[in-house]
């Protein structure tokens, strides 16, 4: 590829739609969220710049939950009496002091958005498929289809770190198979942990083969080092070549890490970035990495000292949800992270406290591939899925809708059993929380419709928020210390205000399924469940999913204040933003 080939998907055409596309969202997220106000303007609405003389004006329709579905093409800026071409950085630094964005933040945001919008230019250059289409695709098309990332975070593409080269390599939406580097280190300073069941010799070898096994161990031999001292880990390729060739470089010169190349098999980066898909065997474990990237408000490092709990926690979820015949019959399943590895760089964690990215430089994770658990004629698809929409307008749930042959109102009944009841039992039973967003869950689909769900990414993301709740010894780390009144926000925000906000209004927009319906039917399934569970009816009014309102909790605020450590994972609570309340559109349904 030549230099200019590498920045070729940055043309002013496709740069203006960027802008457009991204100060549209822009607009209805900080609305959203109170940093702006927008004021009627007719029939339309103004924001002003800090300054007032800066005016961006648009039309918009107001939805539930405070929900802004603002026209992109609508969208105007105006100066001194003159129209103005939009321009996203111009944006963000003409609203800074409404947005909160100090002098340290600001010129890192501005290049987590210029990432974001070149990230837009590159998916504006591939081909284009209707959802239709992709409703019918794999579940790789699918993954590597989507040209969203989160819907409330503004910057949700920053990944600061890579280069171009880098980025058409290692995103997700350029679809580029990836061989996994893989280092040996040394048992003295690394650590292996696994599931019930697993051994560490048997386990590498059925990832990698024996073949690959036997040219590592040889590689160790060729250099008089004794394979039995020496555990593998799988690294991604940047964190290979920009990170641990220098930062480590104590530990490889000592031999402590040997580098043995690269593995066989073909990998393909998934929605979260850090996590790849087998593509040559798609039954074999997908892998998380460690990647010292800033991406949407963490640097996506993994800690080696979290890792050690990690396959404990996830049998014990496991084990618990075979026990509890509501989340069997939802057919609710989590894929485990069955194996850990992480590698400690003593020197490095004597200088810093456990928040360091120096800290999670080196660590990896297996998880299970959802594909060998499918029934014959039964597909896979990210939840996340369900907010695109096409280059025409069309959703993504629109075209299963139409697939499945079944009503709306069926289709989305059917889709709640499946997500969001496992949510609400394990709230109400067990003070169990997820993070149970689009990138976080698995939907398993045939012809269409939503037979069951599967939820990912659970040690570094389940708490569970009864101070009282017995736990075995190696699972205490997902206890979590939450205030009551903030409690049910694991569903209010994560739940209603981060996703079913969106697919309502998707629905609504396409003709598909009315705002009424759509939250009718999340209060009829929400009584449902309630009714089948009368155990826990004391829970129900503690906890009460019909309040007339919540408080709004808000995301891009939390970036906008710290864009490199948003929220300790240890305690999630203390960094909420809650500004004000949200109307329940549950209430008195």
Same mark, same amino acid.
């Given at each position: ?272 970035? *850090? ?83 120096? *800290? ?195 995301? &891009? ?26 109307? &329940? ?5």
């Amino acid at each position: 590829m030549s230099l200019a080939d590498a920045v070729a998907h940055l043309s002013p055409e496709r740069w203006e739609t960027a802008n457009r596309l991204l100060i549209r969202k822009a607009l209805a997220e900080f609305a959203h969220e109170r940093l702006i106000t927008p004021e009627p303007d007719g029939e339309a609405y103004t924001v002003r710049s800090d300054d007032g003389l800066t005016r961006y004006r648009f039309t918009a329709t107001r939805r539930a939950l405070d929900h802004w579905q603002v026209a992109a093409d609508s969208i105007t800026r105006h100066r001194d009496g003159a129209e103005l071409p939009l321009a996203a950085l111009d944006f963000f630094v003409e609203l800074r002091q409404a947005l909160g964005l100090g002098d340290e933040i600001l010129p890192v945001y501005l290049e987590e958005i210029s990432s974001t919008l070149s990230g837009t230019c590159f998916k504006l250059t591939k081909p284009r498929v209707t959802s239709a289409e992709l409703a019918r695709s794999g579940f790789q098309e699918i993954e590597t289809g989507m040209t969203e990332g989160h819907p409330c975070f503004v910057a949700n593409n920053g990944r600061l770190g890579f280069g171009i080269h880098e980025y058409l390599s290692y995103a997700p939406e350029t679809a580029s198979p990836v061989r996994l580097v893989w280092l040996a280190a040394h048992r003295s300073r690394a650590a292996f942990t696994a599931g019930v069941g697993i051994d560490y010799e048997s386990f590498v070898r059925q990832e990698l083969g024996a073949k690959t096994v036997e040219r590592f161990d040889s590689i160790l031999r060729d250099r008089g080092l004794d394979p039995a001292d020496y555990l593998l880990i799988p690294v991604h390729p940047w964190q290979w070549w920009n990170k641990l060739t220098v930062t480590f470089a104590a530990e490889v010169a000592r031999q402590h890490l040997v580098c043995l190349g690269e593995g066989y098999d073909e990998y393909l980066a998934q929605q979260s970035i *850090r996590t790849f898909f087998n593509r040559s065997h798609p039954g074999k474990h997908y892998v998380k990495t460690a990647l010292s990237v800033l991406n949407m408000g963490f640097m996506r490092g993994l800690s080696a000292a979290y890792m050690e709990a990690t396959p404990a926690i996830n049998d014990w979820l496991a084990q618990l949800i075979e026990g509890d015949p509501v989340l069997k019959s939802t057919g609710l399943a989590i894929i485990r992270e069955r194996a850990a590895v992480g590698y400690r760089h003593l020197e490095y964690e004597a200088a810093t406290d456990r928040y360091s990215p120096y *800290r999670k430089m080196l660590a990896a994770l297996w998880r299970e591939s959802p594909v060998p658990s499918l029934e014959d004629g039964e597909s896979l698809a990210t939840m996340a899925s369900l907010l695109h929409v096409d280059h025409e307008g069309a959703s993504f749930a629109g075209a299963l809708i139409e697939r499945s042959g079944l009503t709306p109102v069926e289709w989305l009944r059917g889709y709640l059993r499946a997500y969001y009841v496992p949510l609400l039992h394990s709230f109400y039973a067990y003070d169990l929380a997820f993070m149970p967003h689009g990138e976080n869950t698995i939907l398993v689909l045939r012809d269409g419709t939503v037979r069951r769900a599967i939820y990912k990414d659970i040690a570094e993301e389940i708490a569970v928020m009864d101070p009282d709740a017995v736990l075995p010894p190696e699972v205490q780390r997902i206890r979590v210390e939450v205030p009551e009144d903030t409690k049910l926000l694991s569903v209010f925000t994560d739940v209603f205000d981060c996703f079913f906000r969106f697919l309502a209004a998707n629905l609504a927009t396409e003709g598909i399924l009315t705002e009424d319906d759509f939250w009718r039917t999340v209060a009829e399934v929400t009584r449902a469940y309630q009714r089948s569970a009368p155990e826990l009816a004391d829970k129900f009014r503690q906890y009460d999913m019909f309040a007339p309102e919540f408080a709004l909790s808000c995301l &891009n605020r939390l970036q906008l204040r710290d864009n490199r450590q948003m929220v300790d994972l240890a305690d999630p609570s203390g960094a909420l933003q809650l500004v004000g309340t949200l109307k &329940n559109p549950i209430a008195g349904l």
